[in-house]
């Protein structure tokens, strides 16, 4: 089963690499980006796609960093409560037999 999933994902893989070769290859005309404050110089649209691609995946990682290490802290925190919880438990059983023998 584990190899079936692999080779699904290596099919899905290389049909998106080809998918973007294509459009890469079919999106070659220069073309200059105005943003509102500064034009930036030409390049092909391909290049341009996937540096907006980049920064998107770039600030969407920062803008996750935050949830994720509070989310972090939070199982940790909650990981060592139950290690407390554990000890007190293992602790209350070993009481109770030295009590009934």
């Avoid at 049909?15 to 943003?35: H, M, S, T």
Wanted: net charge positive; with cysteine; proline share 3%.
């Amino acid at each position: 089963m584990r190899w079936l999933k692999g080779v699904i994902l290596a099919i899905i893989l290389i049909v998106v690499l080809l998918l973007g070769i294509l459009f890469a290859v079919n999106n070659q005309q220069p073309l200059p980006l105005d943003l509102i404050w500064v034009q930036l110089p030409q390049a092909s649209l391909s290049l341009w796609l996937l540096v907006a691609l980049a920064c998107g995946v770039i600030l969407g990682m920062l803008a996750m960093t935050g949830m994720y290490l509070r989310l972090r802290t939070l199982l940790t925190r909650a990981q060592r409560h139950n290690q407390q919880q554990r000890k007190e438990l293992d602790r209350l059983r070993t009481q109770e037999f030295k009590e009934s023998a």
